[in-house]
């Protein structure tokens, strides 16, 4: 609901009541003006009209007439709360802010956050009152609060339209540049980036390399506010294709595939945390930093803050998460009857980590630290297989489940669309695009 809905709800009754009366008033006087000017308008009248119309001001977005009213726009501050905007800074009465508060099926006003813009609205009379004060909750909700003596709280949404868009861009300088060139979103780059993660190496493209994508983004008052999907994608390097084909089988797994059918994601994350550097790495003959003996070290160091986010690096079951003697705070995970990690030294769990319960990939099980032995922050990550204990830096990460198999022709019937669409909106010349026989993963 904005301020002209609100208004003309507020004045349907009082119209009832005049409708009778005004109409016919209005027929009486439109049969004098029409006998004394014979039908015909006043031409000053009528320039008249145009004049008010060409003065008129701009409608505001929220629909508030700006001969009405003074908009006066402001940004939450750091430490500010809801409570503080609207009585000590606006001045507005505890009572009616507390009515306000109340509302908290339209919005909760503990989620104020700091950064986000509002706008006052005040009547351009002698009163100056102010009546209505929005708070724009992101790109598309804002929240209006009537502020007056009858208190009332509403949503307001602006439209948002989905865009199927298409780019193509071959890399001169960098993917980021190149994309925009292309007329690309840079949004659209940070999804290539997470669907490629595993089958690009993005810190080595190369000039020449090119990427082809067909995508819906959301875009509201013409401004793209967010990726909605990735429809289909293709990355070149000479004549190597990969192609990303979107294809959802509703089972909350993996949705992008390559033209076998396999998922593009791998079972576990190349790393379980975003780290400064190796400290050490996986070896049978380590001198220990503490106890200065030639031991087994039989997983790799990562150095990285104290308080840096600890990942699970593929689904699974955690079997331990508690002290671990020298390893300290120690997380351990089962992802299935090959694979089990681990993650030492954490200065604390994640939130809901204990034996038993399910962890999904990229899921936070804890935080880098430096208990138990440890001469300073980082993470001891191991990996067994079988059993045994293996080189996370050099094992192959296993692929992830292959899409299913009733599902493989209607894979093949979206790859061929898509691709189809995709030549559509961004054709590319015969020398530049590989035939699609010769796409491999």
Not at 257 to 279: C, Q, T, V
Not at 405 to 412: G, T, V
Request: hydrophobic content about 40%; some cysteine; aromatic content about 10%.
């Amino acid at each position: 609901m904005n301020y002209n809905d609100y208004r003309l709800k507020q004045k349907k009754a009082r119209t009832r009541t005049l409708v009778l009366v005004l109409s016919g008033l209005a027929v009486v006087a439109g049969v004098i003006v029409w006998l004394l000017v014979g039908g015909r308008k006043d031409d000053k009248a009528a320039a008249a009209e145009e004049t008010v119309a060409e003065e008129a001001a701009p409608a505001d977005p929220m629909g508030f007439p700006r001969d009405q009213y003074e908009c006066v726009e402001g940004k939450i501050a750091n430490g500010s709360y809801f409570g503080k905007l609207m009585n000590t800074d606006l001045g507005i009465p505890m009572s009616r802010v507390n009515r306000l508060a109340a509302a908290d099926s339209v919005f909760d006003v503990r989620k104020m956050r700091a950064g986000n813009t509002y706008r006052a609205y005040y009547t351009q009379d002698s009163l100056h009152r102010l009546d209505y004060v929005v708070y724009d909750e992101n790109r598309i909700s804002s929240i209006v609060f009537r502020v007056d003596t009858l208190p009332m709280v509403w949503r307001y949404e602006r439209p948002v339209e989905i865009r199927r868009m298409a780019a193509d861009a071959t890399i001169e300088s960098s993917l980021w540049n190149d994309m925009q060139k292309a007329g690309a979103s840079p949004l659209v780059i940070l999804e290539l980036s997470d669907i490629y993660a595993w089958t690009v190496d993005f810190f080595g493209i190369q000039p020449g390399d090119r990427f082809r994508v067909l995508y819906d983004e959301k875009v509201c008052e013409d401004e793209v506010i967010a990726i909605d999907t990735v429809r289909y994608a293709e990355y070149i390097r000479g004549d190597h294709v990969q192609p990303a084909i979107m294809f959802n089988q509703k089972d909350t797994g993996n949705i992008y595939w390559n033209d076998k059918g396999e998922s593009l994601r791998r079972a576990f994350l190349k790393a379980p945390l975003e780290f400064k550097r190796i400290s050490s790495t996986f070896t049978m003959h380590r001198k220990h930093p503490v106890h200065g003996d030639v031991r087994p070290h039989t997983g790799v160091d990562y150095a990285a803050p104290t308080g840096t986010p600890v990942h699970a690096v593929g689904d699974g079951t955690v079997i331990s998460a508690g002290w671990g003697g020298g390893g300290g705070n120690t997380v351990k995970i089962r992802h299935n009857s090959i694979y089990t990690t681990a993650y030492l030294h954490l200065s604390k769990y994640g939130p809901g980590i204990k034996a038993g319960v399910r962890v999904s990939q990229g899921q936070i099980i804890g935080y880098v630290g430096m208990t138990g032995t440890a001469t300073g922050p980082h993470l001891d990550y191991r990996v067994w297989k079988n059993g045994t204990p293996i080189n996370p830096l050099t094992m192959e990460a296993p692929p992830a489940v292959p899409i299913k198999e009733e599902n493989r022709a209607a894979l093949d019937s979206v790859r061929l669309l898509y691709r189809e669409e995709l030549d559509r909106r961004a054709p590319v010349s015969i020398r530049q695009a590989p035939d699609s026989a010769s796409i491999s993963q």
